[in-house]
């Protein structure tokens, strides 16, 4: 593995010691502020930090910056304490105490620094064919909107459902992924949250 130059190192030391600090890393834009320098110079510093494999960076997120090794003090796995919701009350807020059914800690890739989340145990065979099964702990990051396509937790006259999400005209449809459930139009309905992973034991 290839060394690093000095100004690469101190960046290296930031990012470390920014996630130590604040559980999540941080944005291109504050390690320039930091340093006082461009963007592009920020960019290129992190590319070359990655090729030498000092980072790993996702380019489809935000603060998706890891420390793999080198910085000042290398960096715990990120955990998260993640609500397990059991039987959801009428009229009840989803994360009432109510509606608790204990909590699960997950690590990095199930969950990310900066995101909430919550998880459902999977009822019913009406996602089958999304690869979700009846047992499944299906691990949801909190969202109020969605994108067609998407498979999403909405709120549907106080009852919970885990639906492929498509925007229609004048109506939302809740597709469900198998051909023996019928699909779901409704006008009124509320998006709680993404579906993120699913986590199966055996």
């Given at each position: 593995?290839?060394?690093?130059?000095?100004?690469?190192?101190?960046?290296?030391?930031?990012?470390?010691?920014?996630?130590?600090?604040?559980?999540?890393?941080?944005?291109?834009?504050?390690?320039?502020?930091?340093?006082?320098?461009?963007?592009?110079?920020?960019?290129?510093?992190?590319?070359?930090?990655?090729?030498?494999?000092?980072?790993?960076?996702?380019?489809?997120?935000?603060?998706?910056?890891?420390?793999l090794?080198g910085?000042?003090?290398?960096?715990?796995?990120?955990?998260?304490?993640?609500?397990?919701?059991?039987?959801?009350?009428?009229?009840?807020p989803?994360?009432?105490?109510?509606?608790?059914?204990?909590?699960?800690?997950?690590?990095?890739?199930?969950?990310?620094?900066?995101?909430?989340?919550?998880?459902?145990?999977?009822?019913?065979?009406?996602?089958?064919?999304?690869?979700i099964?009846?047992?499944?702990?299906?691990?949801?990051?909190?969202?109020?909107?969605?994108?067609?396509?998407?498979?999403?937790?909405?709120?549907?006259?106080?009852?919970?459902?885990?639906?492929?999400?498509?925007?229609?005209?004048?109506?939302?449809?809740?597709h469900?992924?198998?051909?023996?459930?019928?699909?779901?139009?409704?006008?009124?309905?509320?998006?709680?949250?993404?579906?993120?992973?699913?986590?199966?034991?055996?």
């Amino acid at each position: 593995m290839k060394g690093i130059t000095d100004r690469q190192q101190e960046v290296l030391n930031f990012i470390s010691d920014f996630t130590k600090e604040n559980e999540y890393p941080p944005t291109v834009r504050e390690i320039g502020d930091h340093f006082d320098i461009s963007l592009r110079a920020v960019q290129d510093h992190i590319a070359a930090l990655q090729k030498k494999g000092f980072l790993s960076l996702s380019q489809k997120r935000s603060r998706s910056i890891r420390v793999l090794h080198g910085g000042n003090a290398e960096p715990n796995p990120f955990v998260s304490k993640v609500p397990l919701l059991g039987t959801v009350a009428a009229g009840k807020p989803l994360l009432c105490e109510e509606n608790l059914d204990g909590y699960v800690n997950l690590t990095e890739p199930f969950v990310r620094p900066g995101k909430s989340y919550f998880a459902l145990r999977v009822r019913g065979q009406s996602m089958i064919n999304a690869g979700i099964l009846e047992g499944d702990l299906a691990i949801v990051e909190q969202a109020e909107v969605a994108a067609d396509g998407q498979i999403i937790v909405a709120v549907i006259d106080d009852a919970i459902t885990l639906k492929r999400y498509y925007k229609e005209a004048d109506r939302i449809r809740l597709h469900p992924e198998n051909p023996a459930f019928n699909e779901i139009y409704c006008t009124d309905v509320r998006v709680v949250g993404i579906l993120s992973n699913i986590v199966r034991t055996y």
